[in-house]
């Protein structure tokens, strides 16, 4: 029962939050670049936790304003906070997945860019 509960979670998000749909897009875009350039297992690891961190922090922050539509649906300045607040975790949780991202994929782009100038 929670496995089909946890599925309908995951479809109504990708249904309805274009922002989920971004980020889905962005970590085929990941698994990609990964699968190109054969990354370490230790990489593909750091990969996979920043992706499902992102994702599950996108979840977190659609089921926080869909609470908070329910409890509150005339705008409410401590609504708006909250649900600033839940949006800043996503931002937060993106920019270190960037980072991570960077850091791995980084060198294999200079790499090849220096390939290109030869």
Known sequence: MSLFAAINGIRYVIRNETNFRIHLVF????IAGGL?????S????????SMAFVLSAEIFNTAIEVLCNKVQPAQDPLIRIIKDVAAGAV???AIAAIIIGLII???YCIMLFKLFLL
């Open 36 to 40: 190109v350039f054969s990354i370490s």
């Open 27 to 30: 970590a085929v875009l990941v």
């Open 91 to 93: 931002l937060l949780s």
């Open 42 to 49: 230790e990489n593909w690891v750091l990969l996979f936790l």
């Open 105 to 107: 994929f980084l060198p």
